[in-house]
């Protein structure tokens, strides 16, 4: 027996309305299945394939290094920004890659006959390698704590007079697991310098190691490419200049490379397209950004591999409100995935994810990942210095349009570098201290798991078939999402794990 209840999506979608995220309500459908048994595996692009269907986006206050090795570990991936020069945009790549342990420290190097003058020569690392020739590429003989030479007398002493001798390391390849045995094994040492190719590229301490152990393990493991190393994407735009810049990445060993541009549908994204495709033909790319079916077709018909879909949705982003075109993000992802999957091209929905259930939305619109700024920053492998503000730790959050950006070179981003009067598309804002997304993530996850499990989809593919054919939904009056939240405390305190 059939019931009339709810809409389906092709209905609900085409009624002339922009929908965002918290417009619509999905109904529950049946489950048949434990939640363990749900299975997040997707595609990022037609080649690339993830165990989690999560993207750090390409901003400069989110995804570098260090994002980029965590999203990797945790079965997704990170897409590094290009609001730097070609060669450091490389050298990000290479750092990221260069070791399998999920923590990146950027080691320091002394000599044996050197004296660590100030607290400030340690950087953000808690030991200092030496070598004999004081660089990564020295022979190493030993190591300094931070608080070996803060219980020193005379500090001008030579690091060859009170130094851990050791001469011990991990190779490159040593994962979290590998690490465990390693310290279980050296029961003294407290460092363990990462060597690849000859070259300390990498340090992991004792206490960093017991930290992960302590986190939520995600079941599907890391995002690896065929040489065994962390698969990482980089962002490029879409001027002549972008093409040396590619060539760096290719060097440094890039998996993807997305076209970072706010409105995509442009001859010079189509051109790039058909550049990257021709001159490196196993390098999948990722066009956008799209939100209509007209966009993302002429991108399709040029080539790419993947569509990010999202404009002016992201939470410090204004270009819906100073240029008067975009789209509600749930609408964007329906209709741009509705297209691409007849052409097998994955989608990213980019922007507005605040929560589980905005993640769950948009991969049951059809979209195979979610791309998330606000989400990640903050957290512990965001760039940039912790600041405590009226009592509480913040990390600064900008959006790629907002100024302070533009003049570090994402104007291009928007098709403004080569105009004088710059206009803003975002704004700078900070956010509040995450934590690891090494721990948070798989909480994240896990209540993903759950929303799809009241939806009756066992995967993203069982989701995508159901959007199409069984799956219902309702518009949310403003009442409605009132109700759908917390209300009615006088006060509370809201934690997601």
């Known amino acids: 027996m059939e019931f009339e209840d709810g809409y389906p999506a092709q209905k609900l979608f085409h009624q002339g309305y922009s929908y965002t995220y918290d417009d619509v309500i999905f109904l529950p459908g ?19 394939s993830l165990n989690i269907p ?53 080691p320091v190097f002394l000599s044996p006959t050197d004296s660590i003058i100030s607290l400030e020569d340690f950087a953000d690392t808690h030991c200092i390698l030496v070598t004999d020739s004081g660089d990564c590429r020295g022979k190493l003989v030993g190591y300094v704590t931070k608080s070996d030479w803060m219980n020193l007398t005379d500090k001008e002493t030579q690091l060859v007079d009170y130094m851990i001798k050791s001469s011990d390391s991990a190779p490159w390849d040593c994962d979290l697991a590998k690490m465990i045995s390693y310290f279980e094994e050296k029961a003294g040492k407290e460092f363990a310098p990462i060597v690849k190719g000859g070259e300390i590229v990498d340090v992991a301490g004792r206490e960093d190691v017991e ?67 021709k001159t490196y033909p196993e390098l999948d790319v990722i066009g956008g950004n799209v939100v209509t079916m007209y966009q993302a077709d002429n991108l399709i018909k040029a080539g790419v591999d993947g569509l990010r879909v999202g404009m002016g949705s992201g939470s410090i982003c204004t270009t819906q409100e100073v240029c008067a075109v975009g789209r509600g993000q749930a609408t964007a992802v ?36 979610v791309m998330m ?7 512990t492998e965001a760039p940039g210095a912790y600041v405590v503000q009226d ?25 403004g570098d080569t105009s004088k009067l710059k206009i803003a598309q975002g704004v700078v804002g900070a956010v509040a201290d995450k934590g ?36 219902r939904l309702e518009v949310r009056t403003g009442a409605a999402q009132i109700e759908g939240g917390v209300h009615g405390l006088v006060s509370f305190e809201k934690k997601p794990f």
């Open 30 to 48: 049946y489950i048949g299945f434990p939640v363990e048994q749900v299975d997040l595996s997707t595609k990022l692009t037609r080649n690339i």
């Open 54 to 106: 999560c993207v750090s986006s390409p901003m400069d206050t989110v995804t570098e290094s260090s994002m980029a090795r965590a999203m990797a570990a945790l079965g997704g991936i990170g897409i590094i920004h290009a609001n730097v020069p070609p060669s450091d945009q490389a050298s990000l790549v290479k750092a990221a890659k260069s070791s399998c342990f999920p923590v990146l420290s950027n």
């Open 211 to 277: 930290r992960l152990r302590g986190f939520p393990k995600l079941v599907g493991g890391a995002s690896m490419g065929p040489n065994g190393e962390w698969m990482v994407g980089a962002a490029i735009g879409t001027r002549e200049a972008d093409k040396e810049r590619l060539e760096h990445l290719v060097k440094a060993g890039v998996n993807v490379v997305v076209l970072d541009s706010s409105q995509g549908n442009s001859l010079y994204q189509i051109d790039m397209i058909k550049y990257v495709k």
């Open 334 to 369: 329906y209709k741009v995935s509705s297209l691409a999957s007849q052409y097998g091209v994955p989608v990213i929905a980019d922007g507005g994810i605040s929560n589980s259930g905005h993640i769950v939305k948009a991969l049951s619109l059809g979209a195979s990942t």
């Open 373 to 379: 700024g606000s989400f990640l920053a903050g957290s």
């Open 391 to 415: 009592g509480r730790r913040l990390k600064k959050y900008r959006g790629m349009g907002s100024l302070e950006a533009m003049t570090k070179g994402s104007d291009a981003r928007y098709l």
């Open 436 to 471: 690891s997304v090494l721990k948070f993530v798989p909480y994240t996850m896990q209540a993903v798991k759950q929303g799809f499990q009241d939806l009756g989809a066992q995967s993203l593919r069982d989701a995508h078939d159901m959007i199409k054919t069984t799956l």
